[in-house]
């Protein structure tokens, strides 16, 4: 069985080397959805696949990093680079083109972490990501499955080298979420959400 949560956010970007010069040559924003698609076989002990209030917990909270934010890219100009970190406070630096596919990739690769390292509290059993839809318009989206998120052909995405801005991390329950999630480390869950 198949469940969907949607999330929104407003985010910021340049995506370098495109062909829309509008788009690869001036900062702008887009009105973000991301459809996180889970799959399993079987259903917990409140007779879910996955409770949508558990998606609150720390998938809400990295995609809501990117709100309001912008995202730049790790291998562009220097400058530029250093200037928007010096007038916004909301920033995250991906090792890879912002673009709506490779948006895809990187909340993949995130949740997956996510839902690897969330300890089960109500029988959750085989729950896993199927895959994620980045709308970066209405008319336009990016999906992105496992194998698309692990793709060498697409470029591997290294999680270390994503930097969330000092305030982004500020705004977690927990400031080290990201820092625990690439250690690989156990995320409780409260009995009651």
């Known amino acids: 069985m198949l469940i969907r949560k949607l999330f929104k956010f407003e985010n910021a970007h340049i995506v370098r080397d495109c062909s829309t010069r509008r788009c690869s040559e001036n900062i702008h924003g887009h009105s973000?959805?991301?459809e996180v698609l889970l799959?399993?076989?079987y259903l917990d002990n409140g007779q879910m696949v996955y409770d949508f209030g558990l998606t609150k917990l720390y998938i809400k909270t990295l995609i809501d990093s990117f709100d309001h934010a912008i995202t730049l890219w790790s291998e562009d100009d220097t400058a530029y680079i250093e200037a928007m970190k010096k007038h916004s406070n909301r920033w995250i630096e991906?090792?890879?083109s912002p673009s709506a596919e490779q948006f895809s990739r990187v909340f993949f690769l995130m949740i997956e972490k996510v839902?690897?390292?969330?300890?089960?509290?109500n029988g959750e059993k085989e729950v896993k990501l199927h895959s994620v839809i980045v709308h970066e318009t209405d008319t336009g989206y990016a999906q992105a499955f496992e194998a698309d998120a692990h793709s060498k052909l697409m470029g591997t995405i290294d999680l270390n080298k994503i930097a969330f801005s000092a305030q982004v991390r500020s705004e977690w329950d927990d400031g080290e979420l990201w820092a625990k999630l690439l250690a690989g480390e156990t995320l409780t869950v409260p009995s009651k959400v």
């Open 39 to 41: 799959e399993s076989n």
């Open 32 to 34: 973000y959805k991301v």
């Open 115 to 121: 839902l690897a390292s969330t300890q089960k509290r």
């Open 94 to 96: 991906l090792p890879v």
